[in-house]
């Protein structure tokens, strides 16, 4: 079974733009969970989607927004890149709550 | 607030020692706990969770309501157990709360 995939691997942006980071769940999961991890803050909890509609919320300020389409896929979003938000962003999918999460590679976002 | 707690960012200790990485936790419930475990250069995976009580790769991890503690144990390092850990609880049945992990070094 294919794992979890992240695309794209690597990102250089520069303070102010956009970017679009998305993800592949493993077939027949329909949870996506999205994950900030930074040297100093750790593993953050970002948001969760399930079956296109957003069940759960961490404590990121609204230039980070995400969705899910209907074939389970994800994108999240950053507007406005700070350089604080340079990070490796996980996702992570499961069949449904509370069932084991897989993590994919990350990307690794670079704000200059 | 939810919380974990990992107290040690490094651990090192010999081949064949016993192993016991620290995690407290502060939740209001009944707390889902997790080990994950990230080796060099491959990406985050379950080790273990409280529920399932199974051991694996010879780890076990013991939930203490009392001591708001989950800990994880090996009573024989092997270094192949060199590794960033990460212990989490579980909110509203999808959102990990990470502990800031521990790296365990296993020297021969």
């Known amino acids: 079974k294919a794992g979890v995939t992240q695309t794209p691997r690597y990102l250089i942006k520069t303070r102010g733009q956009q970017v679009t980071l998305s993800c592949s769940p493993i077939?027949?999961?329909?949870?996506v969970s999205w994950y900030q991890q930074t040297p100093g803050q750790g593993l953050q909890f970002l948001f969760e989607?399930?079956?296109?509609?957003?069940?759960n919320k961490g404590n990121f300020p609204g230039r980070f927004s995400g969705r899910q389409f209907s074939n389970s896929r994800s994108e999240m979003n950053v507007s406005t890149l700070e350089l604080g938000d340079s990070a490796l962003y996980l996702c992570?999918?499961?069949?449904?709550?509370?069932?084991?999460?897989?993590f994919g590679p990350g990307t690794r976002l670079t704000v200059t | 607030a939810q919380r974990v707690t990992q107290p040690e960012k490094l651990l090192s200790v010999f081949k064949g020692a016993p192993v016991e990485l620290k995690c407290n936790y502060s939740y209001s419930g009944s707390p889902e706990l997790f080990w994950y475990v990230q080796y060099s250069r491959q990406r985050l995976q379950l080790l273990l969770r409280h529920i399932s009580r199974e051991s694996i790769k010879g780890f076990t991890a013991d939930l203490n309501k009392g001591e708001t503690s989950f800990h994880l144990k090996k009573p024989f390092a092997q270094e192949e157990d060199s590794a960033m850990y990460y212990c989490?609880?579980?909110?509203?049945?999808?959102?990990?709360?990470f502990g800031k992990g521990t790296t365990l070094s296993v020297s021969s």
């Open positions: 077939s027949g999961h329909r949870s």
């Open positions: 992570a999918s499961s069949r449904d709550r509370s069932y084991e999460q897989y």
């Open positions: 989490a609880l579980l909110q509203a049945g999808t959102a990990l709360i």
């Open positions: 989607y399930f079956s296109e509609t957003q069940r």
